[in-house]
């Protein structure tokens, strides 16, 4: 059981709960780092210090494994203290975890020799900690079921792992193999996380009265395609192999996308956001059979993934997390929400759709998407912060 005094009256509330810290840090971190993407892109202004980073493996590496991780961290923290009924990291210890992150991110900047060793043990500590702070209430709950979270999770790790070897001049290749092995394993964990709770989020959350079926046999094929999928883009050369998956992931999700829709969805914010996330993801997965055959530019596909994929998914996810476990009603968010999510997904079809119909404009498009993803992040930023810091509404601990 969670033993966590319930009445007590809490000033702040900003280390009760993995969600806190790690949604106002990866939201804020969301709008400094494609801002300072943007003044590089467009202006060649500003860009990291560390020697043997370039600036695109900085932007690369930290909207996966900067950003990317915060959420993940601060989603699992929070739902394994619910699928387990035993606390997660709080107070102190989740806070030092938070620290970890953030001045793994500042070190980028630090112009010295030591700066890429210590980023690497910052960066890499963090996700070792965060594991073992995700399998302590899983074992001592002894839901073995869960451990395949962790699992993904520290496949995540381990392709930060190979960025940094790559990066000290280890392995040939290093930086890029971690960067793509880090986006898929991340989206492969949005799924399997997806599987769960979207279909429960759609059953609850529309008008009418659905009961959504998963086949299990849509579920197996999913993760044994993608995981060959994983392997042969990243790890080999066999392209139209690994083509051929991922036609076969786009077939399968699409499905998917077609047995849990209904026309609710699309009256509520918190949950179309999700869905169009998933939709980006589904298009991924066709996006990169076709830049894998010479069709298409492999950018695109990639960032139908990243940016539309992981950016949408992540955005809604932290917006009905925090209103729920704040003690908000998430049948009842702010109305500015419907808003966020559009800047957001129009800042996806910007860096993706239009890039493909006009690629003389490349550039321009670029700096659009760059810019509505600040605006919208910035947004939610602005209105989660206060959520974030204080209380919960009726007073609980959380």
């Known amino acids: ?31 400094i780092t494609v801002l300072l993407w943007f003044l590089q892109y467009q202006l060649n202004l500003l860009f990291p210090s560390v020697d043997n980073l370039p600036v695109i493996y900085w932007h690369g590496h930290e909207m996966i494994f900067g950003y990317g991780m915060a959420v993940i961290a601060g989603f699992l923290l929070t739902a394994v203290r619910n699928w387990t009924n035993v606390q997660t990291l709080n107070g102190i210890p989740l806070l030092a975890l938070a620290l970890m992150w953030l001045l793994a991110r500042l070190v980028a900047w630090v112009d010295h020799s030591a700066a890429i060793p210590v980023m ?15 399998a302590h209430p899983v074992i001592k709950a002894k839901q073995w079921g869960q451990l395949g979270i962790i699992f993904a999770v520290m496949l995540i790790v381990l392709a930060n792992l190979l960025f940094y070897t790559g990066m ?31 279909p429960f989020f759609i059953e609850k959350g529309v008008d009418e009265t659905i009961q959504i079926k998963n086949p299990l046999w849509l579920d197996n094929a999913g993760i044994v395609l993608m995981l060959g ?5 990243v790890f080999t050369s066999y392209r139209p192999l690994a083509s051929g998956l ?44 076709l830049s894998n055959l010479g069709y298409l530019n492999p950018m695109l596909a990639l960032h139908t993934f990243g940016y539309g994929g992981m950016g949408l998914m992540t955005l809604g996810m932290m917006a009905r997390v925090a209103l729920g476990h704040t003690g908000r009603n998430v049948f009842d968010p702010p109305a500015v929400l419907k808003w966020i999510f559009a800047l957001a997904t129009a800042g996806a079809l910007a860096r993706v759709v239009l890039p493909a119909l006009s690629p003389g404009l490349h550039a321009e498009w670029i700096g659009l998407s760059q810019l509505l993803w600040c605006l919208a992040f910035g947004l939610f930023t602005l209105v989660y912060s206060p959520m974030l810091i204080k209380p919960r509404v009726d007073g609980r601990y959380g």
């Open 1 to 31: 059981m969670i033993n966590i005094e319930e009445n007590k009256q809490y000033r702040i509330s900003f280390h009760h709960l993995g969600f806190r810290p790690f949604f106002l840090l990866g939201s804020l971190y969301a709008v």
């Open 120 to 134: 690497a043990l910052l960066d890499l500590g963090f996700g070792i900690f965060l594991c073992l702070a995700l």
């Open 168 to 198: 000290m001049g280890q392995i040939s290749r290093g930086m890029e193999l971690g960067l793509y092995a880090g986006i898929y394993f991340i989206i492969a964990l949005i799924l399997l996380m997806g599987r769960r709770v979207i």
């Open 229 to 233: 999928f994983i392997y042969l883009q």
């Open 246 to 289: 991922a036609f076969g992931l786009f077939l399968i999700h699409s499905w998917r996308l077609y047995i849990w829709h209904s026309k609710g969805i699309w009256q509520k914010p918190l949950l179309w956001i999700l869905y169009i996330a998933y939709a980006f993801i589904t298009l991924g997965f066709c996006l990169t059979g």
